[in-house]
């Protein structure tokens, strides 16, 4: 009797998705960087310079709505590959493991962001959200605990990230050796400089959520937003600005290059 080979296209079809994933990630990175332009521009921006300006940017399309599901799809499928590939590695480390299960845990949630903006909350994302979010946790038992413990979450990936691209972490996770020598010197260029680039953009909100905790206010859990146009209205905060967009330009770069070359199903 002929044994029956298990197909292999689900694994493939999940794969192809998780790709789309990184390119959806790709892809807000590029418009959270025009947001930024237009803050640095102009101080009076209608669209802010967070995720919510960029999900209001793809909406605004004619196949926006379209757009946004194909994204939540497919950062869905990245964070069930992470955490398949957690599953099936045993050959490596427990740290790379833990990792990519909060790989695949921080997709599936980011999944529902564009979900619910397609489905109609359009405040998706907009930083009086965020802040309605912190009011309604530290209305929880142990709720400063619990925003405090966002905040010291945000501010150690941060951490992490800018370790990552100064020891060159990041290139164990690129599957480059077969790439052409362009490719990997780019690539090892742009994850050293744009992974602590972005963090270094996102470790300001974690001090927020600290300071939101200790103070019991909600209001002071800003966002990108008005970290952003704080900046705004003098020339160090333009020169910052200016170097915070060069900074997430060569992390869409890296970001690029990963959505090719990110090992996807190893841990």
């Known amino acids: 009797m002929e044994r029956r080979v298990p197909s292999k296209q689900p694994r493939h079809a999940a794969?192809?998705?998780?790709?789309?994933g990184l390119a959806a990630r790709t892809a807000?990175?590029?418009?959270l960087l025009y947001l930024i332009v237009r803050v640095a521009v102009a101080s009076h921006d209608s669209r802010p310079a967070n995720t919510h300006g960029a999900l209001s940017i793809v909406a605004a399309g004619g196949i926006g709505i379209a757009l946004l599901v194909a994204a939540s799809a497919g950062f869905a499928a990245l964070g069930v590959v992470r955490l398949w590939s957690a599953i099936r590695d045993?050959?490596?480390?427990?740290w790379p493991r833990v990792r990519a299960v909060l790989e695949g845990i921080f997709y599936l949630i980011l999944a529902w962001i564009p979900t619910s903006f397609a489905l109609g909350n359009h405040s998706t994302g907009s930083e009086h959200q965020q802040q309605q979010t912190t009011a309604d946790l530290l209305h929880l038992p142990g709720g400063r605990v619990i925003v405090c413990g966002i905040g010291i979450g945000i501010v150690i990936v941060a951490a992490y990230q800018i370790w990552s691209g100064v020891d060159e972490k990041y290139v164990d996770r690129l599957a480059i050796d077969d790439a052409p020598r362009w490719v990997q010197a780019v690539a090892r260029a742009s994850g050293k400089v744009g992974l602590p680039a972005r963090a270094l953009v996102f470790l300001p909100i974690g001090v927020f959520f600290i300071l939101a905790a200790f103070g019991g206010d909600a209001s002071r859990a800003d966002g990108i937003d008005h970290e952003l146009t704080s900046l705004t209205?003098?020339?160090?905060?333009?020169?910052?600005l200016g170097l915070i967009a060069l900074g997430l330009l060569v992390f869409v770069v890296y970001s690029a290059l990963e959505v090719r070359y990110r090992d996807i199903t190893a841990s």
Do not use: Q, S
């Not at 794969?15 to 789309?20: D, E, G, K, M, Y």
């Not at 209205?233 to 910052?240: C, E, F, L, M, S």
């Open 90 to 94: 045993t050959a490596a480390d427990r």
């Open 233 to 240: 209205g003098n020339p160090w905060g333009d020169i910052v």
């Open 28 to 31: 807000f990175y590029v418009l």
């Open 15 to 20: 794969i192809i998705l998780a790709r789309a």
